[in-house]
Nanobody, 122 residues
Framework: QVQLVESGGGLVQAGGSLRLSCAAS????????MGWYRQAPGKQRELVAT???????NYADSVKGRFTISRDNAKNTVYLQMNSLEPEDTAVYYC????????????????WGQGTQVTVSA
């Protein structure tokens, strides 16, 4: 079994900052891409940022220059530093990871966290 647990969400005023964390645990053999997605009320889930195990990061245009994704491979953890937050950033933020488990070494699939609420007040 694999679990992704997010933390760090909350309520912040516009212009403020938050740091989200997501730790993966369980029968993990390897983790490829890790990422953050968000879903605002009445909208579809959208990509925020992704980071592969090695290589360049990728960001949605709406967060470039404000958000920074990083990861600690030793801790199987991905972070999202969010600065200059805007009310439009209000959403439930989900982390995702492409994981190969020790039980099924030939299979890599996406796992998702339960989501953490980020609310930015004007």
């Amino acid at each position: 079994q694999v679990q992704l647990v997010e933390s760090g969400g909350g309520l912040v005023q516009a212009g403020g900052s938050l740091r989200l964390s997501c730790a993966a645990s369980g029968s993990i053999f390897s983790i490829n891409v890790m990422g953050w997605y968000r879903q605002a009320p009445g909208k579809q889930r959208e990509l925020v940022a992704t980071i592969p195990s090695g290589g360049t990061t990728n960001y949605a245009d709406s967060v470039k220059g404000r958000f920074t994704i990083s990861r600690d491979n030793a801790k199987n953890t991905v972070y999202l530093q969010m600065n200059s937050l805007e009310p439009e950033d209000t959403a439930v933020y989900y982390c995702s990871a492409q994981i190969t488990t020790t039980q099924r070494m030939g299979v890599t699939r996406a796992y998702w966290g339960q989501g953490t609420q980020v609310t930015v007040s004007a």
